[in-house]
C-alpha cells in the first residue's frame, strides 16, 4: 500500500494555466506538508497543516494555495503559473505526538515543468 | 534563518572505498535526520540523532551527531552502486518550526 501519494507525477503546462497538485495519505497522520524542490535539489517547505488547519506558511506567493479537505488529503492549487514554479514538489506527513521529533514521510513528487 | 551546510555537493567513488559526508550549522538543534532520495522518488529517512554525541549504525552507514548538536557526519564503509543517491539531512529545532534541509550530497557508486 502506498503510505502517501501524489497525483499527477508529472505537470506539463503553459505560462499563466491554474493547476492543482492532490496528496493522500493513508498513515492516519495529523499534520501534511508541501514541499518545493528547485533544480539544485534544494527542498524548503511551502505549507504545514495540522488537522486541516494551515500551521506553517513559509513566504510563498499567494498565487499557491494550499486545501485541507481532511487530514488525509492536502491538495496545492497554483493560479498563473510563471516559469519560476518549475520544480519538484513533495507532499509528506508526520505524526504529532509530542516526542522530541517526528518522522516525515514523502511522497513520490510531481515534476511541474512550466513552459 | 537556520542553515544547514552539506559538504561535499558531489562525490563520485570507486565500489567499495570509504566516505564521509558532513552537516554542519552554526544553530543548535533537538535532533538532526538523514535521508536519502533516489531519481524520480522522495526522500527517505535513514535515521534520527537526537543526543549529542550520540553514534548510530545501519549496516554499513554511522551517522554521528556533534556534541554540541550542530552538526553530524555520515559515514560509509565499503560503498555499493546502491547506495548511489542524493543525501539530506535535516535538522528539526523543535515546537512548531519546520525542518530545515540542507541542500544534499550527491553520491555516486561506480561499479
Known amino acids: 500500500d502506498t503510505a502517501v501519494s501524489q497525483t499527477p507525477k508529472y505537470l506539463v503546462t503553459q505560462m499563466g494555466n491554474d493547476k492543482s497538485i492532490k496528496c493522500e495519505q493513508n498513515?492516519?497522520?495529523?499534520?501534511m506538508y508541501w514541499y518545493k524542490q528547485d533544480s539544485k535539489k534544494f527542498l524548503k517547505i511551502m505549507f504545514s497543516?495540522?488537522?486541516?488547519?494551515?500551521?506553517i506558511n513559509e513566504t510563498v506567493p499567494n498565487r499557491f494555495s494550499p486545501k485541507s479537505p481532511d487530514k488525509a488529503h492536502l491538495n496545492l492549487h497554483i493560479n498563473s503559473l510563471e516559469l519560476g514554479d518549475s520544480a519538484v514538489y513533495f507532499c509528506?506527513?508526520?505524526?504529532?505526538?509530542?516526542?522530541?521529533?517526528?518522522?516525515?514521510?514523502f511522497g513520490p513528487g510531481t515534476r511541474l515543468l512550466v513552459l | 534563518t537556520q542553515l544547514l551546510e552539506q559538504s561535499p555537493q558531489f562525490l563520485s567513488i570507486q565500489e567499495g572505498e570509504n566516505l564521509t559526508v558532513y552537516c554542519n550549522s552554526s544553530?543548535?538543534?533537538?535532533?538532526l535526520q538523514w535521508y536519502r532520495q533516489e531519481p524520480g522518488e522522495g526522500p527517505v529517512l535513514l535515521v534520527t540523532?537526537?543526543?549529542?554525541?550520540e553514534v548510530k549504525k545501519l549496516k554499513r552507514l554511522t551517522f554521528q551527531f556533534g556534541d554540541a548538536r550542530k552538526d553530524s557526519s555520515l559515514h560509509i564503509t565499503a560503498a555499493q552502486p546502491g547506495d548511489t543517491g542524493l543525501y539530506l539531512c535535516?535538522?528539526?529545532?523543535?515546537?512548531?518550526?519546520?525542518?530545515?534541509f540542507g541542500k544534499g550530497t550527491r553520491l555516486s557508486v561506480i561499479a
Open positions: 509528506a506527513s508526520s505524526q504529532v505526538t509530542g516526542a522530541l521529533f517526528e518522522t516525515q514521510y
Open positions: 498513515l492516519g497522520h495529523d499534520t
Open positions: 497543516y495540522n488537522n486541516k488547519e494551515l500551521i
Open positions: 544553530s543548535v538543534f533537538s535532533s
Open positions: 540523532v537526537v543526543t549529542g554525541g
Open positions: 535535516a535538522g528539526d529545532s523543535a515546537g512548531n518550526t519546520p525542518l530545515v
